[in-house]
């Protein structure tokens, strides 16, 4: 029933120019505002991540939907709101149409946060001689048991043509730098090889440096990773995000063994080599 109402939405506030993309935009704000206000729930409502919402309306012109948050004492929030502010859907929820078929909101919004992004994030290369399939983003925690799992088998997805990028995730948060997580993450990422670095660390084939240190910039990418997470509603890790090279996407929360999450990605298994990874 919720995916016929969003379909029914979209269809019905359909817009082609940016102009009136904008115009969707503050109108949806001024009528949140207003409900929000006669409800008497209080809080600040605002358009969410200009950057985020410029990249929805170039990609995807005619959702009518416009990114928002609502804060307030119960926290945070994140929607996808319609211009008469009737919908708010939560970025987890729903599906809608578009020139490349039907597309979950949350994929919309990955997609979105990642293109916002000026921030290069670590990763692997495909061995000589591969063709690439797709890009694999993973929120990853270097203490989480599922994504060290993962790690174990990263061979057998870069021989099937994944190429995988990490976004750091701590899933502890980031105020505490002597978090575990935090400082294994902000430790690999300036070591000269982070993904390799990071591979290393969490499966054990590699500790840590009892003297290991990082700088400002490292740990700044660490906290923009989790603060993206956090503005996906994420809150475990692995969490995974699939572009194939056709255009279909896949976003998966929790860890699937290979085979079965290359199937959820529509590509082919090969057996992987003895060659070891590298890293851009």
């Known amino acids: 029933m919720k995916k016929m109402l ?14 009136a993309q904008d115009e969707v935009g503050n109108n949806a704000k001024a009528n949140l505002e207003a409900k929000v206000e006669s409800l008497g729930w209080g809080g600040l409502v605002d358009i969410s991540v200009d950057k ?12 009518g939907l416009t990114l928002m948050s609502l804060e307030n004492a119960r926290g945070k929030n994140i929607f996808f709101v319609d211009e008469t502010a009737t919908y708010m859907l939560k970025v987890q929820d729903g599906q809608v149409f578009t020139e490349n078929g039907l597309v979950s909101l949350q994929s919309i919004l990955v997609d979105m946060a990642l293109k916002s992004s ?17 890009d694999m983003y993973v929120f990853t925690d270097p203490t989480c048991g599922y994504c060290a799992k993962l790690e174990r088998e990263l061979d057998s997805y870069l021989e ?28 690999a990422m300036c070591d000269e090889a982070p993904a390799v670095a990071y591979r290393s660390y969490t499966t ?17 990418k660490i906290k923009e ?17 699939y572009q194939g090279v056709g255009g279909n996407t896949v976003t998966k929360g929790g860890y699937l ?3 079965i999450m290359l199937q959820e990605l529509g590509v082919e298994s090969v057996k992987k080599s003895p060659a070891a990874p590298s890293a851009e």
């Open 225 to 241: 990773g989790y603060g993206m997470a956090k503005t996906l509603g994420l809150s475990g890790t692995p969490f995974i995000y």
């Open 6 to 19: 969003i379909a029914a939405l979209v269809a019905a506030t359909c817009s082609g120019s940016a102009f």
């Open 52 to 63: 985020m919402n410029k990249a929805l309306k170039e990609k995807y012109p005619n959702t």
């Open 257 to 259: 063994p290979v085979d």
């Open 160 to 187: 099937s043509g994944v190429k995988v990028h990490y976004i750091p995730f701590p899933r502890a948060g980031v105020s505490d730098i002597e978090n575990p997580a935090f400082k294994t993450w902000a430790v």
């Open 204 to 220: 054990r084939q590699k500790d840590m440096p009892v003297d290991a240190s990082y700088t400002e910039d490292c740990a700044d």
């Open 118 to 134: 000026e921030t290069e994030w670590p990763s692997h290369t495909l061995p000589d001689g591969v063709n690439k399939s797709g």
